[in-house]
């Protein structure tokens, strides 16, 4: 029997007993962009997912495009969510890990695999683990942008993201963003729609869509405001004339 221990180490045979064969230190720690992460921390979140019954996880990038990448192999074949070839749907998974663990913990890519590779010794050989592509991104039904200010919006996160393609209900999270990119996206959108966009908007609205109708409701607040100054300046010109006419009344009288 292979048990965890407090320090990240692993043992095998009876502990009670001190029966123990020594087995090493089973635990990844990575750091991505300022935080560390316990790779087996997240595994553990994972596996206890009812569709996942291995995990593996690891960082793979260099710098700000670090990220940390998961590797999955499903067992159930049917899966509730409805997802191709019985997996269930990374949106679902990324739901699943935000009920246990940090935002910066949460994998950017999830890696379908029919089994994970080992090294001859048994243990699971993480160099030879599939590299991420582009669809262990996308989650859920690829939604294009329609609109000019959607288009432009996807466009941005493109250039920044480095991908290829960007739906206008994928989160820029998931995606890979992070931190610093939305530092480097605010002056981007702030230069092209020439408004000030506060920064927490963007991590509010973190897809194309929801963001787009944020602009939409600034747009129609600042045209609400600009007719309200408009008709509080002419009440306020109309009182004036008034005042300005009784004056003149009286001084004639």
Same mark, same amino acid.
Request: charged residues 30%; positive net charge.
């Given at each position: 029997?292979?048990?965890?221990?407090?320090?990240?180490?692993? /043992?095998?045979?009876?502990?009670? !007993?001190?029966?123990?064969?020594?087995?090493?230190?089973?635990? #990844?720690?990575?750091? =991505?962009?300022?935080?560390?992460?316990?790779?087996?921390?997240?595994?553990? /979140?994972?596996?206890?997912?009812?569709?996942?019954?291995?995990?593996?996880?690891?960082?793979?990038?260099?710098?700000?495009?670090? *990220?940390?990448?998961?590797?999955?192999?499903? @067992?159930?074949?049917?899966? !509730?969510?409805? /997802? $191709?070839?019985? *997996? $269930?749907?990374?949106?679902?998974?990324?739901?699943?890990?935000?009920?246990?663990?940090?935002?910066?913990?949460?994998?950017?890519?999830?890696?379908?695999?029919?089994?994970?590779?080992?090294?001859?010794?048994?243990?699971?050989?993480?160099?030879?683990?599939?590299?991420? @592509?582009?669809?262990?991104?996308?989650?859920? @039904?690829?939604?294009? $942008?329609?609109?000019? =200010?959607?288009?432009?919006?996807?466009?941005?996160?493109?250039?920044?993201?480095?991908?290829?393609?960007?739906?206008?209900?994928?989160?820029?999270?998931?995606?890979?963003?992070?931190?610093?990119? =939305?530092?480097?996206?605010?002056?981007?959108?702030?230069?092209?729609?020439?408004?000030?966009?506060?920064?927490? !908007?963007?991590?509010?609205?973190? #897809?194309?869509? #929801?963001?787009?109708?944020?602009?939409?409701?600034?747009?129609? *607040?600042?045209?609400?405001?600009?007719?309200?100054?408009?008709?509080?300046?002419?009440?306020?010109?109309?009182?004036?004339?008034?005042?300005?006419? !009784?004056?003149?009344?009286?001084?004639?009288?």
């Amino acid at each position: 029997l292979c048990r965890w221990l407090p320090d990240g180490n692993m /043992a095998k045979g009876n502990i009670a !007993k001190g029966n123990i064969e020594y087995l090493g230190r089973v635990d #990844t720690q990575v750091k =991505i962009r300022g935080f560390r992460i316990e790779c087996g921390e997240v595994e553990n /979140a994972l596996l206890s997912h009812l569709d996942v019954r291995e995990a593996v996880v690891d960082a793979r990038g260099e710098g700000t495009d670090k *990220q940390l990448v998961a590797w999955l192999r499903i @067992e159930n074949a049917a899966s !509730k969510s409805g /997802a $191709p070839s019985g *997996q $269930p749907a990374r949106d679902d998974l990324r739901a699943h890990l935000r009920a246990l663990l940090p935002e910066w913990m949460i994998p950017a890519r999830f890696v379908f695999v029919d089994a994970l590779p080992l090294t001859p010794s048994g243990k699971i050989d993480r160099n030879a683990l599939p590299a991420p @592509e582009h669809k262990d991104l996308i989650s859920g @039904e690829y939604i294009a $942008p329609r609109s000019s =200010i959607e288009k432009t919006v996807a466009g941005i996160w493109r250039e920044l993201l480095g991908i290829e393609q960007v739906g206008v209900h994928d989160n820029f999270f998931d995606l890979g963003g992070h931190s610093l990119l =939305i530092i480097r996206l605010q002056p981007r959108l702030q230069e092209i729609f020439e408004k000030e966009i506060p920064i927490s !908007k963007l991590f509010e609205y973190p #897809t194309v869509h #929801t963001l787009t109708r944020y602009f939409d409701r600034e747009a129609a *607040q600042e045209i609400t405001r600009t007719r309200a100054e408009e008709r509080h300046a002419r009440r306020a010109s109309v009182g004036k004339q008034r005042q300005a006419r !009784k004056k003149h009344r009286s001084e004639d009288s």
